[in-house]
């Protein structure tokens, strides 16, 4: 597992590249783009807010900022 994904629901979730890429989301490198936003899950899942995890999840699935990966334990 690389430092740009995380496990939720024994589901391995991985950042794309098109973090940094766009106009809506200003990061001077793709790099920096996904520390935040693995930042923000990680702070989410330390309050324990499912319901927004789950959200976030469907909306960059479904904008191609993020990906499900097979996950072996």
Do not use: A
Request: net charge positive; hydrophobic share 35%.
């Amino acid at each position: 597992m690389d430092k740009h994904s995380f496990i939720f629901k024994n589901k391995l979730y991985q950042l794309t590249d098109f973090w940094g890429i766009t106009d809506h989301y200003q990061f001077d490198t793709v790099e920096q783009g996904k520390d935040f936003q693995i930042e923000q899950f990680t702070y989410l899942l330390r309050i324990k807010d499912y319901l927004t995890i789950e959200n976030r999840i469907n909306n960059q699935i479904m904008l191609g900022y993020l990906r499900k990966s097979p996950y072996i334990k």
